[in-house]
C-alpha cells in the first residue's frame, strides 16, 4: 500500500510541475545611476532571467556587461570598485510575495512585491522590491526600481557614490 500510494505521489507531483508556466528573457536591462555624480551611470542589455507562474523571479548578469559612457569610469568600475574579475556575476533568486494579485491569463497591471537574495561581489542580501507586471497578449513584462547601498555589499566606491539607484526591466517570451 505504501508503495502505490508513493507511486501516486509522485505522478501528481510531477505532473504539478509539467503544469507551471516558465517565462524567460535573455535580453532584460538592469541599469543604474549614482544620485551623486552623473558620470555613474551604466546600462547592461544582457540579464538572463526568468519568472514562473508560481511566483519564482530569477536573474543574473555578468557584471562586465555594464557600459558607462566614459571608458575610464567602466574600468574603475570593473577593476577597483565591482571587481568584476574576482566577482563576475550579480543574481537574484526570490518569488512574487503577493501572487495572488497577479492572473497571468489576463492583461492588465499588477503591483508586485519582489522578496528574495541578491549576490553581489561575494555578499548575499535578501532584499524586497516593488515593481510592476504587465500581461500583454499573455507575456508579462516585469519593471522595478530599487536603491543599493554599496557598502552593503562591501564595495569601497565612497570616494565616487555611497548607494546607486537601479532599474530593472525585463520582456519575457
Known sequence: MKLFLSVIFSVFFLSQLNAQKIY?????????????????????????SRMADNGQVTFS???????????????????????????????????????NEVNFSKDGTYKISVKGDLTMH???????????LEIKEGKPSANAKFTILMKDYNVSAGSVTDKVMAELSCQYQ
Open 24 to 48: 524567460a528573457t535573455r535580453n532584460g536591462k538592469v541599469s543604474f545611476e549614482a544620485p551623486s555624480d552623473e558620470d555613474v551611470k551604466a546600462v547592461n542589455n544582457e540579464v538572463t
Open 61 to 99: 548578469l555578468l557584471i562586465k556587461g555594464f557600459r558607462f559612457k566614459l571608458a575610464e569610469m567602466q574600468e574603475h568600475f570593473n577593476d577597483q570598485y565591482l571587481e568584476s574579475t574576482k566577482f563576475p556575476r550579480a543574481d537574484f533568486k526570490g518569488n512574487i510575495v503577493n501572487l
Open 122 to 132: 561575494g555578499v548575499t542580501k535578501n532584499v524586497t522590491v516593488t515593481g510592476t
